[in-house]
């Protein structure tokens, strides 16, 4: 029985990287996820004047409550939607000018949400070309606190963001939120905040942070979820395969992996203990209607196994997938049509007809790595699939296509 060795979450690791940055000490991070988009915060966090040693098992970060350590810095984000919203939101509780600047991807991704709020809180932010967008500047003089309305429809890490934030302001924060998405994203902040030693309240629709800062403490990252769902998916998909995941079971915080209980509507057998998570291809995969606003990362990768299903799948109240790395929804409908697959999209849906794909082709994959990942699975029953970059799952997991082959070879494919 495979089983497979994920890295540690994208999410976590980010978050915990914030964390330990602001927390009074010295935190160690165990099994942190070493990619593109990790990297890239550790480095911008450097940027910012905070001490980071990287080992291979483990990162150590030197807090300061107070803020950055320099009073002026230039900060590239590259791709990662994380590094751009969530340090621009430190730099605000220091003091200095801080300038932060991303990929062209990351330049079309919206920011507009948490920029008004920042501004409301009396943070001096301002973009440089189109308003929401990078390059942005925040002169910052700390951030006094109190009370202001987000609007996270768009994207949990908006909310996220003045979470993390809350405990470096003078008075603490209520925010007030009008939409949320993802709010799984949402729940891991708030248990991350309590291991620094933060306690986050809510009174309906208004989540409350008290101010005094974060404790340092040693905090394990585990595997990331999101990256599971291609190894289950894979078990799914294949009669008699079973894929095993340790480190991901009931009491995983992430919410991605709900996705298993997806594979298990649609037929396949899945077993979630305290050490683990278990998936095993029963050789019939049902057709299904399914919300995943709360799980919207693993569209894509019922989208690309969709097909093998024995009815319509349809994914619905995933809009917030157009305003990820590339527009999700249209590039796995392109692609599916691609491999001669009947789809309809609308504003936040997908249905997928049954019908198994005969040949391949090459997946255009808009530099998205969940793309890339989504379609690996697909390419377990289809022989002939390529991708014209598949070298951008160095975002979240830069060895994906070795793990892949070595289960492939496991699975008998």
């Given at each position: ?58 990162w150590q970060v030197d807090g300061r409550p107070e803020g950055p350590a320099v009073t002026e810095a230039d900060v590239y984000c590259r791709d990662g939607a994380t590094t751009a919203r969530f340090l621009p939101t430190l730099a605000a509780a220091g ?319």
């Amino acid at each position: 029985m495979p089983t497979v060795d994920i890295p540690g979450s994208k999410s976590i690791t980010a978050r915990a990287l914030f964390l330990a940055a602001a927390a009074d000490g010295v935190t160690t991070l165990t099994r942190p996820l070493r990619s593109d988009d990790t990297e890239g915060f550790a480095e911008g966090l450097v940027r910012l004047g905070y001490r980071v040693g990287r080992t291979p098992d483990a990162w150590q970060v030197d807090g300061r409550p107070e803020g950055p350590a320099v009073t002026e810095a230039d900060v590239y984000c590259r791709d990662g939607a994380t590094t751009a919203r969530f340090l621009p939101t430190l730099a605000a509780a220091g003091h200095g000018t801080f300038r932060f600047d991303a990929s062209e991807q990351m330049r079309r991704r919206p920011l507009l949400p948490l920029s008004r709020a920042l501004r409301d809180l009396g943070v001096d932010l301002r973009h440089e070309g189109a308003d929401g967008h990078h390059p942005l500047t925040v002169r910052a003089s700390g951030v006094e606190g109190g009370e202001v309305v987000l609007d996270a429809g768009q994207s949990s890490q908006y909310l996220t963001a003045l979470l993390l934030l809350g405990p470096l302001t003078r008075k603490g924060l209520r925010i007030r939120v009008t939409d949320l998405v993802s709010v799984p994203y949402v729940e891991i902040t708030i248990a991350m905040m309590r291991a620094f030693g933060v306690e986050v309240g809510r009174e309906g629709n208004v989540f409350v942070v008290p101010p005094g800062g974060y404790r340092a403490t040693t905090y394990p990252i585990e595997p990331d979820a999101s990256t599971a769902s291609y190894f289950f998916a894979a078990a799914a998909v294949t009669p008699g395969a079973e894929v095993t995941v340790p480190g991901l079971g009931t009491g995983a915080l992430q919410g991605d992996l709900g996705f298993v209980e997806v594979l298990r509507r649609m037929g396949a057998d899945v077993s979630v203990g305290d050490s683990g998570t278990t998936v095993r291809g029963t050789g019939r995969l049902r057709g299904l209607t399914v919300n995943m606003r709360d799980i919207s990362d693993t569209m894509p990768t019922l989208a690309a196994i969709a097909p093998f299903a024995d009815g319509p799948v349809r994914i619905e109240d995933v809009a917030n997938t157009r305003v990820k790395e590339c527009d999700r929804l249209e590039a796995s409908a392109e692609n599916l049509r691609r491999l001669g697959a009947e789809v309809a999209v609308g504003p936040d849906w997908i249905e997928i007809q049954p019908g198994p794909p005969g040949t391949g082709a090459q997946i255009t994959t808009h530099g998205d790595h969940r793309i890339v990942m989504s379609f690996a699975v697909t390419g377990l029953r289809v022989p002939g699939i390529s991708f014209d970059d598949p070298g951008c799952v160095r975002k979240t997991f830069p060895g994906f296509h070795g793990a892949f082959a070595e289960l492939r070879k496991d699975i008998g494919q």
